[in-house]
């Protein structure tokens, strides 16, 4: 199975900016695409954004403009750019690889394997 470190994590003031990374230990990392969901307490996990196989992004709404999700496969790593940070975006983050050819999935369902997830913490 395809194991994944989620580090980064941290507390941040309001407007800044933090960068998450997922190491994944796994040969075929490129063959994977690569998702970063939430979990903000009291609430379900929620789709943040999603790389393809091909380095195509997709982000929820909530993010969008905020966030920038890239990929070095010679790295076997995806990241999570988040930039001016708002309180509400205060979670566990964790990421995810899903063996979708194209595309990505925006719900948790498809994705095969997953990171323990990182503390982000938001000041207001």
């Known amino acids: 199975q395809v194991q994944l470190v989620e580090s980064g994590g941290g507390l941040v003031q309001a407007g800044g900016s933090l960068r998450l990374s997922c190491a994944a230990s796994?040969?075929?990392?490129?063959?994977?695409?690569m998702g970063w969901f939430r979990r903000a307490a009291g609430k379900e996990r929620e789709f943040v954004g999603a790389?393809?196989?091909?380095?195509?992004?997709t982000y929820a709404d909530s993010v969008k403009g905020r966030f920038t999700i890239s990929r070095d496969n010679a790295k076997s790593t995806v990241y999570l750019q988040m930039n001016s940070l708002k309180p509400e975006d205060t979670a566990v983050y964790y990421c995810?690889?899903?063996?979708?050819?194209?595309?990505?999935?925006?719900?948790?369902?498809?994705?095969?394997?997953w990171g323990q997830g990182t503390q982000v913490t938001v000041a207001s």
């Open positions: 790389i393809s196989r091909g380095g195509f992004a």
């Open positions: 995810a690889a899903d063996r979708i050819l194209r595309g990505v999935h925006t719900t948790e369902a498809p994705y095969d394997y």
């Open positions: 796994e040969r075929t990392f490129g063959s994977y695409a």
